[in-house]
T-cell receptor, first 116, second 113 residues
């Protein structure tokens, strides 16, 4: 079974500061990794995903994440945040290619609040 | 054009009632899902259908029954609603069984009073 731990439930930062949202996963098989963003009262939007290949993944809105297999981590980063980045961020994992159970397992979310 | 659409967006109902939430996708995807987001924002899969075949059925009360008349539609029927069923329910679809092509709907906020 796979699981995801988002280490911070809330991350407050000031506008234009860098931010890192932490995510660790647990799985006995190869995985796909994802970050989703949820703005207030909206659905989930895919920020970026790691399927294979380069461990540094770039996504939308200037976000990037790095897959670290030895540390089983997939932390999300942005060098300079904007007020509009205020949202809930979810890390998710699924079994990778060759697996048999492709459901997405989500972390509990990190609320990023960007203050002026 | 909305890719994954759910109706209704909001649903307020009394305990004991039976209600349905509908989901439709126009992406040509083969797999559809229902997820539940509780009051603490935790998202958990409930069901998944691939080409009308049930492939994921998590530990969900029997009061919840999914129905997929065709691969573009996945409805969720809930019998004898309870207060604890209050949540946001998200429908999603993906091209195949693998999870890397998910598209989510905007959610249905169910409130049981």
């Amino acid at each position: 079974a796979q699981s995801v731990t988002q280490l911070d439930s809330q991350v407050p930062v000031f506008e234009e500061a860098p931010v890192e949202l932490r995510c660790n996963y647990s799985s006995s098989v190869s995985v796909y990794l994802f970050w989703y963003v949820q703005y207030p009262n909206q659905g989930l939007q895919l920020l970026l995903k790691y399927l294979s290949g380069s461990t540094l993944v770039k996504g939308i809105n200037g976000f990037e994440a790095e897959f670290n297999k030895s540390q089983t981590s997939f932390h999300l980063r942005k060098p300079s945040v904007h007020i509009s980045d205020t949202a809930e961020y979810f890390c998710a994992v699924s079994e990778g290619s060759g697996g048999s159970n492709y459901k997405l397992t989500f972390g509990k979310g990190t609320l990023l609040t960007v203050n002026p | 054009d909305t890719a994954v659409s759910q109706t209704p967006k909001y649903l307020v109902t009394q305990m004991g009632n039976d209600k349905s939430i509908k989901c439709e996708q126009n992406l040509g995807h083969d797999t559809m899902y229902w997820y539940k987001q509780d009051s603490k924002k935790f998202l958990k899969i409930m069901f998944s259908y691939n080409n009308k075949e049930l492939i994921i059925n998590e530990t969900v009360p029997n009061r919840f029954s999914p129905k997929s008349p065709d691969k573009a539609h996945l409805n969720l029927h809930i019998n004898s609603l309870e207060l604890g069923d209050s949540a946001v329910y998200f429908c999603a679809s993906s091209p195949g069984r693998e999870a890397y092509g998910y598209t989510f709907g905007s959610g249905t906020r169910l409130t049981v009073v």
